[in-house]
């Protein structure tokens, strides 16, 4: 008696991803908190994050291919310094190593627990903590 076998699955050749884990970064992220750790800053803008700060907190919106940031800047005294800037969408790549490259240029995330992540800004200089929606 001959064997039949019947496969099931995509026409079109696509690749079934559900199995695969989605990388811990992909979401809506808003900022938090801002800490300076080097060099002077004083004087300068910060994220708006505070709760009366004239701006909106800054939020990053990774798809599984794309990023987009949004950023408001404020005085230290939470007046607007400058208005909404978008940046993206632009595409981004987990290099490894907690390091993802977001239209060349890399970005070190550190991940704390499921729901937050710090990233450095200024080369360094500041630490920012961005929290998951």
């Known amino acids: 008696m001959p064997l039949l076998l019947i496969a099931c699955g995509d026409s079109d050749g696509n690749r079934n991803t559900n199995n695969e884990p989605l990388d811990p970064i992909i979401g809506t992220w808003v900022l938090v908190n801002e800490k300076i750790v080097g060099g ?44 909404l800037t978008v940046y ?14 977001i239209e060349g240029e890399p970005l070190q995330v550190t991940f704390i627990g499921n729901n937050q ?16 929606q």
């Not at 450095?120 to 903590?129: C, L, M, N, S, Y």
């Open 40 to 83: 002077d800053w004083g004087n300068s803008c910060r994220g708006c994050f505070m709760e009366n700060d004239a701006g909106s907190p800054d939020t990053f919106v990774f798809t599984s291919s794309e990023v987009t940031k949004t950023v408001w800047e404020c005085e230290n005294d939470g007046s607007l310094c400058t208005e």
């Open 88 to 101: 993206g969408p632009g595409n981004w790549e987990n290099i490894g190593s907690n390091i993802y490259e």
């Open 117 to 132: 992540m710090q990233t450095p800004f200024e080369d360094g200089d500041i630490v920012q903590t961005w929290e998951r």
